[in-house]
């Protein structure tokens, strides 16, 4: 089992420059993408904010890691409507943790996606770390 934190780079100046209104028309749009890029076994949920928890049963780290790193690249190339979106393209960070490696309970895989997560974030954004190691 594998479990990926992702949020959107910079939502904040989003939200701040073209108000909450079109942000939360991003916020639809990134939803949307994140439906389409899962299998019908997986579970994409918003987790709060601009994150979003995806949960790949028979998922290894490895395949995770690759997953996130395709829809990384896959959401850069996603078109957005200024008028619609207030936006003209993001950028997604993302964490991977895995069962058991990375923590046994939901706490602790979810601790340790979020935590690779934010040294994503940490080293550039628009990353994906996978967690190797408790």
Do not use: Q
């Amino acid at each position: 089992l594998t479990v990926i934190m992702t949020d959107i780079d910079g939502f904040k100046v989003i939200n701040d420059s073209v108000g909450h209104v079109l942000g939360d028309n991003a916020l639809i749009k990134v939803s949307a993408f994140l439906n389409k890029s899962i299998r019908a076994s997986d579970v994409a949920c918003r987790f709060g904010g601009d994150e979003f928890c995806l949960i790949l049963p028979d998922c290894s780290l490895e395949e995770g890691v690759l997953r996130a790193n395709s829809m990384r690249n896959d959401i850069e190339r996603l078109a957005f409507n200024p008028n619609e979106e207030g936006i003209n393209g993001i950028t997604l960070s993302f964490g991977v943790a895995a069962l058991p490696d990375n923590g046994v309970t939901r706490e602790e895989l979810i601790g340790a996606a979020d935590a690779a997560l934010y040294s994503s974030k940490r080293a550039g954004r628009n990353r994906v770390n996978g967690k190797s190691d408790s």
